[in-house]
Structures are given as structure tokens and as C-alpha cells.
């Protein structure tokens, strides 16, 4: 029968693992609550037309922290925005309303200073800004250009405006007269030249011949009247087409007429927009690794496919081979007398289903590991150089099965490394391994089938 005792131990070394953890992330890597991961600057702009409290504030199209509110501060708007602690900016940094997505949703980008020597702290204030351009600013500055060009027209109506008409046509009259001369001492090439231009007058006789007698597309346009109707007919379809629209008759009048429709359609693009730039974050890895047993003399398989949402979080989906199985009980009963017998199904394929999050230079992983329940920690001290504890339900009433290894990457497809398996089992399994392994992102993968097509043409 299944063991309370092992419940307990199972429960208990859960309890100790997760405060190992806790100890470890506050040790190690400074953890601290979400609220103490940002610091807050100002920034007061002239308008800030379309800026929405929660939007993103950007460094160089990354993002660093949100706009958390925007009050009014005298005639002018001021953005108090959350940064995160990691990203110092010098006090002469620069905030700008900009654009983006497909309808130009509004957002902060800042402008990194030069400074080295003094940085904003929080509670400090931009003191160089750059709002969005308005649209109706835009408008004024074409109305002035057409104010320009008007008084431009009008000055040349007036005496002294006429004045220098009269000095250009005259200049067009000197122009003229030493044309003529250059006609008269050009010789032989400028005739051959006015012949061509003779045979292109005579060619455009002839075009104009056709398109009198009505040949040709251009000959039936202007003179076939059943030509000019239909053009009438159309012209007028499209007036009661423009009407309908105005009046907000049928879709494209709603949609044109009622604000509500546009709405939608913002919302519906701004979700496409968010949900590309989700997927694009997206990426995926490929591991595949072989621990030989020196015990037991034989190899252990596993491949797994990582997939990551984000830098610090990940999902790992994969299957091992391992040498004894998956395993059964079977009860017996003779004579009065009932037995248990343990079965091991050779060659039997065991899933992993996990979910990893980085803490620094810590990762945590939960869930399935090799078809049971459990948690695994991976600690980097070092570059290319990762420490693993797992611990994850063993079989039956048997002990939890705990894994310790050492992993070193010494190119960027290849690590090695090994450890201790099942080192506290209560069913004498425990063995030393040593592990090679392949890992491959999707760039790596990407650029390995280009070289193979390559090779293959």
C-alpha cells in the first residue's frame, strides 16, 4: 500500500526546496518586489494630444517603462513616467511624443543625454522636450503658404509688378534675336534637323486625320457621343454613390458617418498590432541530449523543444528514453498468501512538460519532468557554466527522484558535462553520468537548412 510516510517526506522536501529557492533569489540575486524594480522622472510637454496613461516609454524602440499619469501643470501637460532601475538616463536626456502602430497610437521615446556625471534620480524632471506635431498646426502653416502665394499673384498686377514683366519680355525679345543668328550660322545640320521635324508634323497630320474620321480609341472618344453618355452615366452613378455615403446610408456610410464603427476598427487593429509584435518576440530552441550511465552501461536520450515568450520565461515541451521505464505493481494472491511484483516496461518514452523563470542569474522550472511531478533550479555563476538541481515524484512509494549535474558550453551548439542520478533512491538506481549535448535556436536552424540548400544546389 501507497506510504504516508512518503507523503510526508515528498511534501517536506518540496517545502525545503522552495525555501532554499526563496533564500537563494534573495542571496544571490537581490530580488525585490515588483513596486522597488522602477524609479519615477517627469517630463512637461507643450500638449500631449493622444498620450495615454499605461502606453510604453522607449529607449532606442525598447521597451523600458510605462506612463503612469498626466495631469495639467499650469498651460502645459506633465507625463509622470516609471523607469525601470537598470536603465540610468544623464539629466540631459530628451523625451519626445511619438507614433507607432497602424494608427499611430502615441508613446514616450527618450533620448539618452550625454552626460556621464549626473543622472536623473526619482522625482526628477526632463527639462528638454519634443511633442508630436499636431495636425491642425500643420494646417495653419498650408493656409499661411497660401496666403504667400496669393500676394505673390497680386504684386504682379501692380505697376511696378508690370514693370518687370515687360523687362522679361524683353529679355525673351533679345533671346529670340540671337536664335535667328545662331539659325543663320548653324549651315547644313540645322536643316536636317527642321526635316525631321517636318516628317513629325506630316506624322501628326495623319494622327489628326484618323481622330477627325473617328478611328482609334482617341478617334471614338470624341467622336462617338454613346462614349461621352456612358462617361456621363457613370459620372452620375458616382454622384448618388457620394450622396448615399454622406447621408450615412449603407456600409461604407456608417462607417464613414458613425464614430462607433471607427472605434472597432481601431480596437480590433490596435489587438492585430499587440498580438504581432507578441509573436514576434517569440522564439524557439531546439536541445538534445545523451547521459550515459556508467552503472547501468547504458545511454540515456532526451530532446526537448524550448519556447520563448520572453527572455526570462520559457516553456519546455519534450521526451526522454531512460533504461528502466515506465513502471508497474501487480498483486498477487495464492493460497491465502498475497505478494506484490514491480514491472519495468522497457524502451517506454517519458514526457517533459515545463515552465521556466529567470531570476537573474537563477531559473526556476516546474511541472513534469520525465512523466512525474516536480521542481528543477538551474544557477549560471559563470558564462557558459550552469549548476542543476531537479527533484521530481518517483514511482510508487519508492524515494523522490533527485538529479545533480554540471553543464560547461564550450561552442555555441555544444556543452558537456555530468552529475549524480537518483542519487537518494530507496531502490539501489543511483548512478554517475556524463552528458553530451546539442542545442540549436532558430536562427542556428534557420541558417544551417540555408547552408544545406546551398550544398545541395
Not at 245 to 268: C, H, M
Not at 349 to 358: G, M, P
Request: charged residues 25%; hydrophobic residues 40%; aromatic residues 10%.
Amino acid at each position: 500500500m501507497y506510504s504516508i510516510k512518503t507523503e510526508i517526506r515528498v511534501g517536506v522536501f518540496i517545502l525545503a526546496a522552495l525555501a532554499v529557492l526563496v533564500w537563494m533569489t534573495f542571496r544571490l540575486g537581490g530580488f525585490k518586489t515588483s513596486s522597488d524594480d522602477f524609479y519615477r522622472i517627469d517630463a512637461v510637454f507643450p500638449q500631449a494630444s493622444g498620450l495615454k496613461i499605461g502606453v510604453s516609454v522607449q529607449v532606442a524602440g525598447i521597451p523600458v517603462g510605462r506612463v503612469d499619469s498626466i495631469v495639467l501643470d499650469h498651460d502645459r501637460a506633465r507625463v509622470s513616467m516609471l523607469i525601470r532601475n537598470d536603465v540610468p538616463l544623464p539629466v540631459d536626456s530628451v523625451a519626445l511624443i511619438k507614433a507607432q502602430g497602424v494608427l499611430g497610437d502615441k508613446y514616450v521615446e527618450l533620448a539618452p543625454g550625454q552626460s556621464t556625471q549626473t543622472y536623473l534620480s526619482s522625482g526628477g524632471t526632463i527639462t528638454e522636450t519634443v511633442d508630436a506635431p499636431d495636425f491642425s498646426v500643420l494646417m495653419e502653416k498650408l493656409g499661411g503658404v497660401a496666403d504667400d502665394l496669393k500676394l505673390l499673384t497680386g504684386s504682379l498686377t501692380e505697376n511696378e509688378g508690370g514693370a518687370e514683366l515687360r523687362e522679361i519680355i524683353d529679355n525673351l525679345r533679345d533671346l529670340s534675336g540671337n536664335l535667328n543668328q545662331l539659325v543663320k550660322n548653324s549651315g547644313p545640320g540645322l536643316e536636317s534637323t527642321l526635316a525631321s521635324l517636318g516628317r513629325s508634323a506630316d506624322n501628326l497630320e495623319i494622327i489628326s486625320d484618323q481622330i477627325a474620321s473617328g478611328r482609334g480609341t482617341l478617334g471614338q472618344l470624341i467622336n462617338d457621343d454613346s462614349v461621352l453618355r456612358e462617361f456621363r452615366d457613370a459620372l452620375s452613378g458616382l454622384r448618388d454613390i457620394t450622396a448615399k455615403v454622406a447621408s450615412g446610408e449603407g456600409t461604407l456610410g456608417r462607417l464613414v458617418n458613425d464614430d462607433t464603427t471607427i472605434n472597432k476598427i481601431d480596437d480590433v487593429l490596435t489587438s492585430v498590432n499587440e498580438y504581432m509584435e507578441q509573436a514576434d518576440k517569440t522564439r524557439v530552441s531546439v536541445e538534445f541530449r545523451a547521459d550515459y550511465m556508467t552503472r547501468y552501461d547504458y545511454m540515456k536520450g532526451t530532446a526537448n523543444v524550448l519556447i520563448h515568450t520572453s527572455p526570462d520565461r520559457w516553456y519546455v515541451l519534450g521526451v526522454t528514453s531512460d533504461y528502466f521505464g515506465r513502471y508497474s505493481r501487480t498483486d498477487y494472491s495464492h493460497g491465502g498468501t498475497t505478494w506484490e511484483r514491480e514491472n519495468f516496461e522497457r524502451g517506454k518514452l517519458k514526457f517533459n512538460a515545463q515552465i521556466a523563470q529567470r531570476y537573474y542569474d537563477l531559473v526556476i522550472r516546474a511541472g513534469m519532468f520525465e512523466s512525474g511531478v516536480g521542481l528543477g533550479v538551474d544557477w549560471q555563476p559563470f558564462d557558459n557554466f550552469t549548476l542543476t538541481l531537479e527533484g521530481f515524484s518517483g514511482d510508487f512509494d519508492h524515494n523522490p527522484h533527485l538529479r545533480a549535474m554540471a553543464m560547461y558550453r564550450f561552442w555555441k551548439f555544444l556543452y558537456v558535462g555530468g552529475g549524480m542520478d537518483d542519487f537518494i533512491s530507496d531502490a539501489n538506481r543511483e548512478s554517475p553520468f556524463v552528458s553530451f549535448g546539442l542545442y540549436f535556436t532558430d536562427d542556428d536552424l534557420k541558417g544551417l537548412l540555408g547552408a544545406a540548400g546551398s550544398l545541395l544546389k
